[in-house]
């Protein structure tokens, strides 16, 4: 009998796919990875976590679609600031081989040349797709709320210096 089903599956195309055990904390390990990689500079390990065709929408900028555009977005960024991410995590959820979290989140950067201070609070919705061995950010959408406020949870807080821009036009 399990020959008979393979031979149907074989003969019709279908390929049985492995799905991996849902495990939030393997989601939450990729957003660990890709703020270490943005702290990080390294933008090949950050462009390794998303699929080819993802899609970034952040609040205040172009909708980026494709890794080549996330690419060039993240690489006029990178290296520039020294970041804190804080996120909370709201909800995360496993569909087959779709997963996605909703999180608050806070970011804080200083620019290391001129010491600006830009500073970024709201809430994201992060949908991944599990592609070659591995989850990877499909949709990236992050929006200013006004329920997620400054300080963060943990303590991080937004400076009261004008020398702060909180992000409108420009994220990282």
């Not at 690489?75 to 496993?94: P, S």
Request: hydrophobic share 40%; net charge neutral.
């Amino acid at each position: 009998m399990a020959f008979g089903l393979c031979l149907i599956a074989l003969l019709t195309g279908c390929a049985a796919t492995r799905l991996p055990a849902a495990h939030p904390q393997d989601l939450k390990d990729v957003g660990a990875q890709w703020s270490k990689h943005y702290r990080q500079g390294n933008l090949d390990a950050l462009m390794a976590l998303y699929t080819d065709d993802a899609f970034v929408a952040l609040h205040g900028q172009p909708a980026l679609e494709g890794r080549a555009a996330i690419r060039r977005y993240f690489n006029e960024r990178l290296g520039q600031a020294d970041t804190t991410f804080e996120l909370v995590y709201e909800q995360i959820e496993f569909h087959g081989d779709v997963a996605h979290i909703i999180s608050r989140y806070w970011l804080r950067a200083v620019n290391r040349r001129t010491g600006a201070v830009v500073t970024d609070a709201g809430r994201s919705l992060l949908i991944y797709r599990w592609q070659a061995g591995q989850w990877r950010i499909a949709v990236d959408i992050d929006q200013a709320t006004p329920d997620v406020r400054w300080p963060s949870p943990a303590g991080l807080t937004e400076p009261a210096s004008s020398s702060v821009d909180r992000l409108e036009t420009n994220r990282h």
